[in-house]
C-alpha cells in the first residue's frame, strides 16, 4: 500500500507541478513562435508576479486584489519590455542573438531589485481549501485547484490561437510576417499582444506556484530553464508537444524529489533532455532531422 500511496503522490503532484510549468513554457513557445525572441526573461515574470502579491498581502491588501494586482503588473511589464526593448531590435542583423542578451540583461535586472525590494524566500498564503484523500494520499485541495486553473488557461489559450481574430493575426505573424502586414495586420499590435499574453501567463504561474511552493529572487532563472527544456523536448511550434513534456518533465522532477532526493532534480531534468534530443532530435512532436 506504501508503494502504491508513493506513486499516486508522484503522479499527481508531477502533474500539478508540470501543469504550472506548462503556463511558463507555453508563454516562452508563444513569445518566440510568433516574434522570434528567445525570451530568457520568461520566468521573471512569474517571479515579479508572485513577489508582487506577497508585497501587498504585506500591506494589508487581500488576497483577490494582491493577485488582480500582481496579474497586471506581470502583463504591463511583459508590454513594456516588448515596446521599450523588443520592438527596438526588430530587423536588425542578429536578431535573435540581440534579443537573447537583451532578455538576459532583463533577467538580471529583474533579480537584482526582487533581491533589494523582497530579500530571499517567501510564500504566499494561498486559501485554506481543505483536502481529499486519495488511495490513501491526503490530497490538499489548493493543489488541485492550482492544475485545474492551469489547465484551464491553457484550454483557453488554445481556443483563443485558433478562433479569435487576435489568435488567427498572431498564427498569421508566426508563418509569414511580411504577408501578414500585406494583408492588414498591424504587426505591432500583435507583437505588443502577444509579449503581453505570453508574460501573463508566466505571471499566472508564478501566483499559483507561491501559493504552493516558496518563492525565492532567482526562480526566474530555474523557471526559465525548465521552460527552454520543455520547449525543446516538446518540439518548439508545438502545442500539445509543449504540454505532454511539461506533464513528464513534472513528473519526473516529482519521482526524482521523492525517491532519489532533491538535489539530483536538475540532473535528472536535463537527463530526459539528453535522452529525447539523442532518440528524437526534433523533439517527441518533431521528426528526426535537426533542423526541424
Known amino acids: 500500500m506504501a508503494v502504491i500511496e508513493t506513486a499516486v503522490f508522484i503522479v499527481v503532484n508531477g502533474i500539478i507541478f508540470g501543469s504550472l510549468l506548462a503556463l511558463t513554457a507555453v508563454g516562452l513557445s508563444l513569445i518566440f513562435g510568433v516574434l522570434g525572441v528567445p525570451n530568457f526573461a520568461q520566468g521573471e515574470f512569474a517571479a515579479v508576479a508572485g513577489f508582487t502579491v506577497v508585497g501587498l498581502l504585506g500591506h494589508g491588501f487581500g488576497l483577490l486584489t494582491a493577485v488582480l494586482a500582481g496579474l497586471v503588473v506581470t502583463f504591463v511589464l511583459g508590454v513594456a519590455s516588448e515596446r521599450l526593448v523588443i520592438a527596438k531590435l526588430y530587423g536588425r542583423d542578429n536578431f535573435l542573438l540581440l534579443s537573447f542578451f537583451a532578455t538576459f540583461g532583463l533577467t538580471l535586472i529583474s533579480e537584482s531589485a526582487l533581491r533589494i525590494l523582497f530579500g530571499g524566500f517567501s510564500r504566499i498564503e494561498g486559501p ?28 483557453a489559450l488554445y481556443l483563443f490561437t485558433r478562433y479569435t481574430y487576435m489568435g488567427l493575426a498572431m498564427r498569421a505573424v508566426a508563418n509569414d510576417r511580411h504577408g501578414a502586414e500585406m494583408i492588414g495586420i498591424d504587426f505591432d499590435r500583435i507583437s505588443t499582444v502577444t509579449f503581453g499574453t505570453g508574460a501573463l501567463l508566466s505571471g499566472v504561474s508564478g501566483v499559483l506556484y507561491g501559493m504552493l511552493f516558496t518563492i525565492y529572487p532567482t526562480l526566474g532563472v530555474s523557471l526559465t530553464a525548465f521552460a527552454f527544456t520543455i520547449v525543446v523536448v516538446g518540439t518548439t511550434g508545438s502545442f500539445i508537444g509543449v504540454i505532454v513534456a511539461s506533464l513528464i518533465i513534472g513528473i519526473v522532477d516529482s519521482f526524482t524529489a521523492t525517491v532519489v532526493g532533491s538535489e539530483y532534480r536538475i540532473f535528472a531534468v536535463f537527463l530526459v533532455l539528453f535522452v529525447v534530443l539523442t532518440l528524437k532530435p526534433g523533439g517527441l512532436w518533431g521528426d528526426h532531422s535537426v533542423n526541424h
Not at 135 to 155: D, I, N, Q, W
Open 128 to 155: 485554506s481549501l481543505g483536502s481529499i484523500t486519495v488511495l490513501g494520499f491526503e490530497l490538499s485541495l489548493l493543489r488541485v485547484t492550482a492544475g485545474v486553473t492551469a489547465v484551464c488557461l491553457l484550454v
